[in-house]
């Protein structure tokens, strides 16, 4: 079956525009998950959903950085007035439910780069 | 604070030698720690997790908790084994990254 998709898979941005990242989690996964991967670091915790709740966003870097779920399914990720810093691979994950027993499966990935 | 270390960067092993990546984790309790991998132009994949005690391509992993260490470890290389490795522990269904080694597989 098909997995997690995320579109863009590249991204372009001049400094102070605006993005959005989408995720396609697998179908009837309940729990989503955003990482952020700069260039020879480990992914990094964004933010979290169960269905369409937002569980933690405690890792989303600044106020700028925005997640939503609003049907419970396909997630947006949007950064306002991009930096240079935020420049990374952005990683969506689905899983079907939350726990070490669920497993989280992984996107292709959306590559952003801040010019 | 960094949870999961992973010291080495790069790691070259000649095919068919022993594979040892290494992985130290700080946390308080009982970690659930795992095992990720991204193999050339593919997404991350889970390798393996503690909880299920399981071999997987001929890799396992050894929760330590004296050294709080859970390294990987594969007897006979193969070239396949080439790729990105992650060690990584769940923290309130987080999933914390150490920064990852690449393992190089000499023919």
């Known amino acids: 079956g098909a997995g997690v998709s995320q579109s863009p898979r590249y991204k372009v941005a001049k400094r102070g525009q605006d993005v959005a990242l989408r995720c396609d989690p697998i179908?009837?996964?309940?729990?989503l998950f955003w990482y952020q991967q700069a260039l020879g670091q480990g992914p990094e915790f964004l933010t979290y959903f169960q269905n369409e709740a937002q569980l933690d966003k405690s890792g989303l870097p600044s106020d700028r950085f925005f997640a939503e779920r609003p049907e419970g399914s396909v997630s947006t990720l949007k950064i306002q007035r991009t930096q240079q810093e935020d420049s990374a691979v952005y990683l969506c994950?689905?899983?079907?439910?939350?726990?070490?027993?669920?497993?989280?499966?992984f996107g292709p990935g959306t590559r952003l780069t801040v010019l | 604070a960094q949870r999961v270390t992973q010291p080495e960067k790069l790691l070259s092993v000649f095919k068919g030698a022993p594979v040892e990546l290494k992985c130290n984790y700080s946390?308080?309790?009982?970690?659930?720690l795992f095992w990720y991998v991204q193999y050339s132009r593919q997404r991350l994949q889970l390798l393996l997790r503690?909880?299920s005690r399981e071999s997987i391509k001929g890799f396992t992993a050894d929760l330590n908790k004296g050294e709080t260490s859970f390294h990987l470890k594969k007897p006979f290389a193969q070239e396949e084994d080439s790729a990105m490795y992650y060690c990584?522990?769940?923290?309130?269904?987080?999933?914390?990254f150490g920064k990852g080694t690449r393992l190089h597989i000499l023919p």
């Open positions: 179908s009837g996964h309940v729990s």
């Open positions: 990584a522990l769940e923290e309130d269904d987080k999933i914390i």
């Open positions: 503690h909880i």
């Open positions: 946390y308080s309790g009982s970690p659930e």
């Open positions: 994950a689905s899983s079907q439910g939350l726990g070490s027993y669920n497993e989280q499966f």
